[in-house]
T-cell receptor, first 116, second 112 residues
Framework: NAGVTQTPKFRVLKTGQSMTLLCAQDMNHEYMYWYRQDPGMGLRLIHY???????AKGEVPDGYNVSRLKKQNFLLGLESAAPSQTSVYFC???????????????FGPGTRLTVL | TQLLEQSPQFLSIQEGENLTVYCNSSSVFSSLQWYRQEPGEGPVLLVTVVTGGEVKKLKRLTFQFGDARKDSSLHITAAQTGDTGLYLCAGRGPSGTYKYIFGTGTRLKVLA
């Protein structure tokens, strides 16, 4: 099993360009998450999904869109990139046990995005 | 908005020393997790605590969930260089929610 994979690993964009980050998991997990990590701020939730075809907003959703057309994939889109979106992006997946209280989130290796 | 503050933000100690990292909030969490993250990788789960006052041990690491489920601590005994990394706590909201709030992180460096 590959676990959680993210594509691409690195990307440099110019302001105003668009791109899509792909997250794939092979563990048949229901829940998937997109986070961004910035120095001194831990991880902040952008969007998440509790199942195929459903998405919801997290703490910092502005400027991002997501789609979950297939259970194993969760896409994060930037329609018009801004320098403030320079960050490391992590995808995670989990499945629900015991009412979700003890879920383990499995993280991908991250995508380092720079917006000039 | 739920916030999780971790302290200290940075910690540099000698191998063999003990240390404690704190994770504090004014909000109640249904469960709390601790992760460790190595450079260039995603976080990896260390432990989940659910019950107020719960203590869990993982070899030299001891985790405690506060009685009111608003805070947690991670204590490392006789730190080793392999403990170096970024430690993150993450709190889960009321039962039925799927969102986790991550703490600000504690960067630990253990010197040989």
């Amino acid at each position: 099993n590959a676990g959680v994979t993210q594509t691409p690993k690195f990307r440099v964009l110019k302001t105003g360009q668009s791109m899509t980050l792909l997250c794939a998991q092979d563990m048949n997990h229901e829940y998937m998450y997109w986070y961004r990590q910035d120095p001194g701020m831990g991880l902040r939730l952008i969007h998440y999904s509790v199942g195929e075809g459903t998405t919801a907003k997290g703490e910092v959703p502005d400027g991002y869109n997501v789609s979950r057309l297939k259970k194993q994939n969760f896409l994060l889109g930037l329609e018009s990139a801004a320098p403030s979106q320079t960050s490391v992006y992590f995808c995670a997946s989990s499945y629900s046990l015991s009412g979700g209280l003890t879920d383990t989130q499995y993280f991908g290796p991250g995508t380092r995005l720079t917006v000039l | 908005t739920q916030l999780l503050e971790q302290s200290p933000q940075f910690l540099s100690i000698q191998e063999g020393e003990n240390l404690t990292v704190y994770c504090n909030s004014s909000s109640v969490f249904s469960s709390l997790q601790w992760y460790r993250q190595e450079p260039g990788e995603g976080p990896v789960l260390l432990v989940t605590v659910v019950t107020g006052g719960e203590v869990k041990k993982l070899k030299r690491l001891t985790f405690q969930f506060g009685d009111a489920r608003k805070d947690s601590s991670l204590h490392i005994t006789a730190a080793q260089t392999g403990d170096t990394g970024l430690y993150l706590c993450a709190g889960r909201g009321p039962s039925g929610t799927y969102k986790y709030i991550f703490g600000t992180g504690t960067r630990l460096k253990v010197l040989a």
